[in-house]
């Protein structure tokens, strides 16, 4: 069996997730952690000094899953690429019917015009067609013109970094399937495809911060470092209940919960020489009101960014696994909106995987490719393999 790994430096771990292919789906098969931490954003000097570590855990685990690593993808922290809104017209060379040779001429012209000579291209996310003062969202082919105005958001970075990193993977003899934006691997680990209507918003909660992207097909924004995270509700805990920093951390990984229960349940703690009895309805309680507050006040950014409260929400992060947590997310909701809170997606490991095989927001099978089914297909497993 064949299968592609993404793996996500955090601050407190390195996760990496198994991805393989079931009939036209990419599915988690499993996802690890390995106690490396990325303490900056410096991910080269990152994997320069752990690739042993990564590869060994990688290797170990794809030996228990009987499996081979086809690729690896890897997301990169928050700010490390750039980024630019552009619109450029590409000439035909006469007036003709635009076909899907034409569209990919296209979009490589605005990387080659706009990006200098030594930046690589991460992502090139169109947001829409102008041909002959008719706004066209997807790929007009068919239509007659003789230029076509293109609006892309370019995602880049230098390619000596890509070419190091590519490098350090080489020489642990681990292919690498190519670099993915962080704020795109947190859309990619609950969504596959464009929205039909409305708008997508995916918010991560990672262990320092937090991200906020939303995609409306016309609009792409991500709110990176968000000041909401896993220790920053450790914090809270710690300054609520007049608790040590170990206390704190110990109650989150082990105890919190967003469920009622009982007025008489409690949790003991051993706090220096003392034990400590705490109460698990205030201390839940007290969570949940402190998460909702946060919450909404994110997802409000998102009903600005999409301009309407019909959406569709994804949530990962440190929060989903643990009890209850779905229906707080639900909670404070928009009622037009619907929410996706799977408890697999921990870190962004998976939607990194994911996006890799399937690129879903740039593709627009005008690169050659038939549209429909068999082309999603063909599209899927030519990543994959």
Not at 21 to 49: G, H, P
Not at 60 to 67: S, T, V
Not at 322 to 345: Q, Y
Not at 363 to 379: C, H, I, Q, S, V
């Amino acid at each position: 069996m064949k299968v592609i790994c993404g793996v996500d430096a955090s601050s407190d771990r390195t996760f990496i997730s198994f991805v393989g292919l079931q009939a036209k789906n990419v599915v988690l098969l499993d996802e690890i952690e390995v106690d490396i931490i990325l303490s900056n954003t410096d991910i080269l000097k990152f994997l320069r000094d752990n690739a042993g570590v990564i590869t060994g855990a990688i290797k170990d685990r794809a030996d228990e899953l009987r499996a081979r690593v086809s690729k690896i993808f890897l997301s990169l922290p928050a700010g490390m690429e750039s980024r630019l809104i552009v619109e450029e017209v590409f000439p035909l060379n006469r007036r003709k019917k635009i076909g899907p040779r034409d569209i990919f001429l296209a979009r490589k012209h605005v990387e080659d015009v706009r990006l200098d000579w030594d930046d690589f291209c991460l992502h090139n996310l169109t947001f829409g067609y102008e041909v002959d003062g008719k706004f066209y969202q997807r790929p007009p082919l068919g239509v007659w013109s003789d230029k076509i105005k293109i609006i892309s958001l370019l995602f880049w970075v230098k390619d000596r970094l890509r070419r190091e990193i590519k490098e350090v993977f080489d020489n642990v003899d681990m292919h690498l399937g190519g670099l993915i934006s962080g704020a795109v691997s947190v859309l990619s680990g609950s969504f596959s495809g464009l929205p039909a209507a409305g708008a997508m918003a995916a918010i991560h909660i990672g262990y320092q911060e937090s991200s906020l992207v939303v995609w409306s097909g016309e609009r792409f924004e991500a709110r990176e470092k968000i000041d909401f995270s896993a220790t920053k509700i450790m914090s809270e805990i710690e300054r609520n209940f007049s608790l040590s920093r170990e206390i704190g951390k110990e109650i989150f990984d082990r105890y919190l919960s967003f469920n009622d229960v009982p007025v008489f349940k409690e949790i003991s703690l051993r706090q220096e020489d003392a034990y400590l009895n705490l109460s698990s309805q205030a201390l839940n309680s007290f969570v949940k009101s402190y998460v909702k507050r946060e919450l909404s006040a994110i997802l409000q950014n998102a009903v600005d960014v999409c301009g309407t409260d019909k959406y569709s929400l994804s949530a990962s992060g440190r929060l989903n696994n643990k009890d209850g947590f779905e229906a707080v997310v639900r909670e404070v909701l928009p009622e037009n909106a619907v929410a996706i809170v799977p408890k697999s997606n921990l870190s962004l490991s998976f939607g990194c995987a994911r996006y890799g095989v399937n690129r879903f927001l740039e593709d627009t099978f005008a690169d050659g490719r038939l549209p429909g089914w068999f082309a999603y297909l063909l599209n899927v497993y030519r990543d994959y393999f």
